[in-house]
Nanobody, 115 residues
């Protein structure tokens, strides 16, 4: 069973870069047809897909975030990392790491953007 774990909750200052690392266990980042994604949910809003990295290392980003987002992986550590630059309070959300093809999800981590 694939399990995903995001880091603990955090506070990020406006204009800084948000960085989150998801640790994957019970599976490999390079298994065919796996898509490792970041999804967030802001207060009072629905789930928002931010972007994915697939088993080959190809990345896909939401058009609304593509100028600020980068998703990378470390296959030796089974880590998937999200970086979101120039954050504002509108980026306050619960951030989830997920495997999209088979619908595995982490528990989510709260990120608050505030000075």
């Amino acid at each position: 069973q694939v399990q995903l774990q995001e880091p603990g909750p955090g506070l990020v200052r406006p204009s800084e870069t948000l960085s989150l690392t998801c640790t994957v266990s019970g599976g490999s980042l390079t298994t065919n047809d796996y898509y490792w994604s970041w999804v967030r949910q802001s207060p009072g809003k629905g789930l928002e897909w931010m972007g994915s990295i697939d088993w080959r290392g190809s990345t896909y980003y939401s058009p609304s975030l593509e100028r600020r987002i980068a998703i990378s992986r470390d296959t030796s550590k089974n880590h998937v990392t999200l970086q979101l630059s120039s954050v504002t309070p509108e980026d306050t959300a619960v951030y989830y790491c997920a495997e999209s093809a088979r619908d595995f999800w982490g528990q989510g981590t709260q990120v608050t953007v505030s000075s």
